[in-house]
């Protein structure tokens, strides 16, 4: 019987390690379609929105009449040049007024008007009560204007704890708020309510800050503007146009919600339209303010500002359009607010930023929150023709961004200054500028999943921002590259991309940063172009730029010189001058008689002047002035 062959251990452990790498290697393509990447799964579970293919084109945002935009295609609204200290000086009066009319509020039990130093009176509503416009006719309050249906508010309004004041309908179509150098009005209510009504979208309540010595809208000047605000109270408003309104601070700055430390502001604004005003809008220590279906435009400073400690606010089917600052701003210390559907158009500074930043990095001396915003979102919004980022985000903890169309000057969608968990996912950019999509620096774990990115030089950028997941992102028509990883930026993975253009590389790498592992990703569609154009160049190189501006400034003053026609000499003759010779003892050498050469200013005088320099008057010809003499006899 022959011997049975042995395997020797070595050679069967051997094998089956080979075995193993050798399935593992196929076993994407044995298995292509069924494999998901642990990426993908973890930013599936991570995600709050759906995660899918990019789609084709996304649909424009559809606005209401009364939040469409007057005239997108004017001018953006100028930032107010005032001076600081006056204006500052200014809402700390208006504070201490306030509190002060509240603590005498405490003991009053029907309204009253209380003179105030430096300014206008102000009529003290009392509660618990309920207040219209007869109860401040009654007090002087406020007197009928020109047209039927329009008031003059004349004294100040506070609206103290649980009393109510409704205006509008029932004929009252305009409430002017009177406004002077001598003083401004205010509507304010501190733990009340105000509720602010016009009779329909097309028959709104106008609110405007009204300048009685020119009879026009009131301007910010430098003496403040009436404006209105809720106080650690409810503030409603319905078919209300409010313009001209507010001055320097936000609480002071139009029509501000906002709270104290022990009460939270509440209310809504629906079909209201906020134009001309300091800021459109503020809201500070919130919780469930409401916009719907409104309009910010034209306001010296952000559209909407939902600022710190704004909680759980919606902004839906509104839009900010040609203000000063930005179009709508979240900003930090604000968590679970959500903008859904608005439209963000020619703002000076950003379309929609937010600011998901703690109060404070560490300990401070007014003990700010050192949290992170959590949850906010942005969809199916759009942003387009703003001065700088049409979508910015900055900081903040799961922060969501989907399904909007955006148009960017510079930048389309920025995340950078330590934003944790974002997802961007099913956004359009259809043209990006520089950069369409901006990853950091100082960003983590951000999720970038079915976006279209076209239209810009670079489709995205990720600069020192380590674990980024791009997955089923078409990135078409950029011109230098496609996906660019730079800096510290480890873990930068994705698969099922599409990237298509004309540039330098599809996918680039610079500045030690580890390539990006990148599965199954089309660039077929991609035309390398080895070398730049002088104009590409020198976009990337502004230092470059700088030095060739300041070359041809000096090349062109240098021209300009050489070019110039030299003034005429004052002498009629002149000389070449020549050195002394000098003998060896020392002594002066013999000059040779000079020559007199006429010089064309000496050719060009009139007849007239030559008669009078040689004028017998003087005993005989005269010398013209600065002929040059011998010394010799």
């Known amino acids: 019987m022959p011997e049975r062959r042995r395997w020797p251990k070595g050679a069967i452990a051997n094998g089956l390690a080979t075995a193993f790498l050798?399935?593992?290697?196929?076993?994407?393509?044995?298995?292509?379609?069924?494999?998901?990447?642990?990426?993908?799964?973890?930013?599936?579970?991570?995600?709050?929105?759906?995660?899918?293919?990019?789609?084709?084109?996304?649909?424009?945002?559809?606005?209401?009449?009364?939040?469409?935009?007057?005239?997108?295609?004017?001018?953006?609204?100028?930032?107010?040049?005032?001076?600081?200290?006056?204006?500052?000086?200014?809402?700390?009066?208006?504070?201490?007024?306030?509190?002060?009319?509240?603590?005498?509020?405490?003991?009053?039990?029907?309204?009253?008007?209380?003179?105030?130093?430096?300014?206008?009176?102000?009529?003290?509503?009392?509660?618990?009560?309920?207040?219209?416009?007869?109860?401040?006719?009654?007090?002087?309050?406020?007197?009928?204007?020109?047209?039927?249906?329009?008031?003059l508010l004349v004294d100040s309004v506070l609206v103290a704890p649980a009393a109510t004041l409704k205006l509008g309908g029932g004929g009252m179509t305009t409430l002017l708020m009177d406004a002077s150098a001598s003083g401004f009005t205010s509507l304010v209510t501190w733990g009340?309510?105000?509720?602010?009504?016009?009779?329909?979208?097309?028959?709104?309540?106008?609110?405007?800050?009204?300048?009685?010595?020119?009879?026009?809208?009131?301007?910010?000047?430098?003496?403040?503007?009436?404006?209105?605000?809720?106080?650690?109270?409810?503030?409603?408003?319905?078919?209300?146009?409010?313009?001209?309104?507010?001055?320097?601070?936000?609480?002071?700055?139009?029509?501000?919600?906002?709270?104290?430390?022990?009460?939270?502001?509440t209310g809504s604004a629906v079909s209201s339209r906020f134009l001309g005003n300091t800021y459109g809008a503020f809201v500070s220590r919130a919780n469930q303010v409401q916009f719907q279906d409104d309009l910010f435009e034209g306001n010296e400073l952000d559209g909407l500002r939902l600022h710190r400690n704004a909680l759980n606010s919606t902004v839906s089917g509104s839009a900010s359009a040609r203000n000063g600052g930005n179009g709508f701003v979240i900003s930090r210390g604000s968590t679970g607010d959500l903008l859904k559907g608005d439209l963000a158009l020619r703002n000076r500074g950003n379309g929609i930023l937010i600011n998901g930043r703690p109060l404070e990095s560490g300990a401070s001396p007014s003990g700010g929150g050192a949290a992170t915003s959590v949850g906010t979102q942005v969809l199916d919004s759009e942003a387009d023709a703003n001065g700088r980022t049409g979508i910015l985000v900055e900081g903040g903890q799961g922060t969501v961004v989907a399904r909007n169309i955006v148009c960017g000057a510079v930048t389309g969608i920025a995340v950078r200054a330590g934003a944790n968990d974002t997802t961007l996912a099913g956004n359009e950019v259809r043209c990006g500028g520089r950069i369409a999509l901006s990853i950091g620096p100082q960003v983590t774990g951000t999720t970038i999943s079915g976006n279209l990115l076209s239209n810009a030089r670079i489709g995205l950028l990720v600069r020192n921002s380590p674990g980024v997941r791009i997955m089923n992102n078409r990135i078409t028509g950029v011109t230098v590259f496609g996906i660019s990883v730079r800096g510290l930026s480890p873990g930068v993975v994705g698969n099922d991309n599409t990237i298509a253009g004309k540039g330098l590389q599809a996918v680039d790498t610079r500045g030690g940063a580890n390539p990006p592992l990148l599965t199954t990703s089309d660039v077929s569609g991609w035309q390398h172009r080895s070398s730049m154009t002088l104009l590409d160049?020198?976009?990337?190189?502004?230092?470059?730029?700088?030095?060739?501006?300041?070359?041809?400034?000096?090349?062109?003053?240098?021209?300009?010189?050489?070019?110039?026609?030299?003034?005429?000499?004052?002498?009629?003759?002149?000389?070449?001058?020549?050195?002394?010779?000098?003998?060896?003892?020392?002594?002066?050498?013999?000059?040779?008689?000079?020559t007199l050469v006429a010089t064309p200013a000496a050719r060009r005088r009139t007849k007239a002047e030559r008669e009078l320099a040689a004028s017998p008057g003087t005993g005989g010809p005269v010398p013209a002035a600065g002929v040059a003499r011998s010394a010799d006899p």
């Open 22 to 151: 050798v399935g593992l290697a196929v076993s994407p393509i044995a298995f292509r379609g069924t494999f998901t990447p642990p990426w993908v799964q973890s930013a599936e579970r991570a995600a709050a929105v759906p995660l899918g293919p990019a789609a084709a084109a996304l649909p424009g945002i559809n606005l209401s009449p009364v939040a469409t935009p007057v005239d997108g295609e004017l001018e953006p609204a100028m930032l107010p040049t005032l001076d600081s200290t006056h204006m500052a000086a200014l809402v700390a009066g208006e504070d201490l007024r306030l509190r002060t009319l509240l603590h005498h509020a405490n003991r009053m039990i029907v309204p009253e008007v209380i003179p105030v130093r430096g300014g206008l009176p102000t009529l003290v509503l009392p509660g618990p009560a309920s207040y219209g416009l007869d109860d401040l006719d009654k007090a002087g309050a406020v007197t009928p204007g020109a047209q039927a249906g329009s008031y």
């Open 192 to 265: 009340g309510t105000i509720v602010l009504a016009g009779d329909s979208a097309t028959a709104p309540l106008a609110i405007t800050g009204w300048d009685r010595t020119s009879n026009q809208p009131a301007q910010d000047n430098g003496y403040g503007r009436p404006y209105v605000r809720a106080v650690g109270g409810d503030l409603q408003l319905k078919y209300v146009t409010a313009s001209s309104l507010g001055f320097w601070s936000g609480r002071t700055g139009g029509v501000a919600w906002t709270g104290i430390s022990s009460r939270a502001a």
């Open 537 to 594: 160049y020198l976009r990337y190189h502004p230092i470059l730029t700088t030095w060739l501006v300041i070359l041809l400034l000096a090349a062109l003053a240098s021209l300009v010189a050489r070019l110039r026609t030299p003034a005429p000499r004052p002498y009629i003759f002149t000389a070449a001058w020549s050195p002394a010779g000098l003998h060896r003892n020392g002594s002066s050498a013999q000059k040779a008689p000079l």
